[in-house]
C-alpha cells in the first residue's frame, strides 16, 4: 500500500520561503517519477514539480523560485519554494505514479495523493 505524507505548509509573508516534505512508505520510490500539485480554491489541480531519474521539471510559474529534490535513503522528496507570493497560496499535494510510468503534468495520470498541505502566503 503505497501512502505519501506531505508536511512543512503554513503561513509566510510574501517574499519568504518554506519547505515542503513528502515522506513516501510502501515501496522503494527512487526509480519512480515523484511529483508537486497545487490547488486553489475554485481551480483545478495544477502541476508544480516533478523528478525522474535525475531530471527535474517546473511548472513556469515556479521556476526559478521552487526546487524540488529527493532524498532516496528516507524515501522523502521536497519541495524548496523561495520568493513566493500571494499567487502560490493553495493546497499542496505530493503524487507518484504507478510503476514504470514516465513523467506527466497532468493529475489524472498520477495514481497516488497525500492529503495535502496548505500554504498561506500573505501580501
Known amino acids: 500500500q503505497v501512502q505519501l505524507v506531505e508536511s512543512g505548509g503554513g503561513l509566510v509573508q510574501a517574499g519568504g520561503s518554506l519547505r515542503l516534505s513528502c515522506a513516501a512508505s510502501g515501496r522503494t520510490f527512487s526509480t519512480y517519477v515523484m511529483a508537486w500539485f497545487r490547488q486553489s480554491p475554485g481551480k483545478e489541480r495544477e502541476f508544480v514539480a516533478a523528478f525522474w531519474l535525475g531530471t527535474l521539471y517546473y511548472a513556469d510559474s515556479v521556476k526559478g523560485r521552487f526546487t524540488i529534490s529527493r532524498d532516496n535513503a528516507k524515501n522523502t522528496v521536497y519541495l524548496q519554494m523561495n520568493t513566493l507570493k500571494p499567487e502560490d497560496t493553495a493546497v499542496y499535494y505530493c503524487?507518484?505514479?504507478?510503476?514504470?510510468?514516465?513523467?506527466?503534468?497532468?493529475?489524472?495520470?498520477?495514481?497516488?495523493w497525500g492529503q495535502g498541505t496548505q500554504v498561506t502566503v500573505s501580501s
Open positions: 503524487a507518484t505514479r504507478p510503476p514504470g510510468a514516465t513523467v506527466s503534468r497532468l493529475s489524472r495520470e498520477y495514481a497516488y
